[in-house]
């Protein structure tokens, strides 16, 4: 059995959805205790997904994190003029 994916766009929709069925006049509340119960339901859902997203941002920095640190440092001697019988000699 697949489980089907998850769509954030949808889910933010359908819960805005259900907070603005709340701020009407006119609520059930056999409807409301359902309404609640999928509000609560797809707020878990995307907070999940949200935490899961953050991971796998800090996941990618410390990847490039690890890939910068592993450059080559340039030497001090990169930072020294060089004279023409190329001997470094400090800028200043």
């Known amino acids: 059995m697949t ?18 069925w709340f701020e009407t006049n006119e609520v059930d509340l056999d409807q409301g205790l359902v309404k609640f119960e999928r509000g609560m339901e797809l707020a878990a859902e995307l907070k999940s997904h949200l935490e899961s997203v953050e991971n796998r941002v800090e996941k ?21 003029i060089r004279t023409e019988d190329d001997q470094p000699t400090g800028l200043f």
């Open 3 to 20: 489980s089907k994916p998850f769509h954030f766009d949808a889910a933010l929709k359908e819960l805005e959805e259900i907070t603005q």
């Open 60 to 80: 990618i920095k410390e990847r490039f994190s690890a890939k910068a640190s592993q450059l080559p440092v340039e030497s001090d001697e990169d930072d020294m």
